[in-house]
């Protein structure tokens, strides 16, 4: 099973940039690149509300599921 991290698509349809998002929502640029990565083991609600109310999304539209292991 494996989350797949969907924010640099969103990022890029809404056209803002990690900095611009970072600064936007209080989180470092080191922090969101981590989430971007998806290296992240866990993100807090109030990020992850953050995120949405900036750029305007549902949690699913960062946040995607499979039962397939994603290789790095």
Do not use: H
């Amino acid at each position: 099973m494996a989350i797949i991290v969907n924010l640099d698509v969103m990022m890029a349809k809404r056209k803002i940039s990690s900095g611009e998002l970072a600064k936007k929502i209080g989180i470092t640029n080191a922090n969101l690149s981590i989430l971007k990565t998806g290296k992240a083991k866990a993100i807090r609600f109030s990020t992850l509300e953050a995120i949405c109310k900036e750029l305007n999304c549902q949690p699913g539209d960062i946040l995607e599921f499979t039962e397939e292991e994603v290789s790095e």
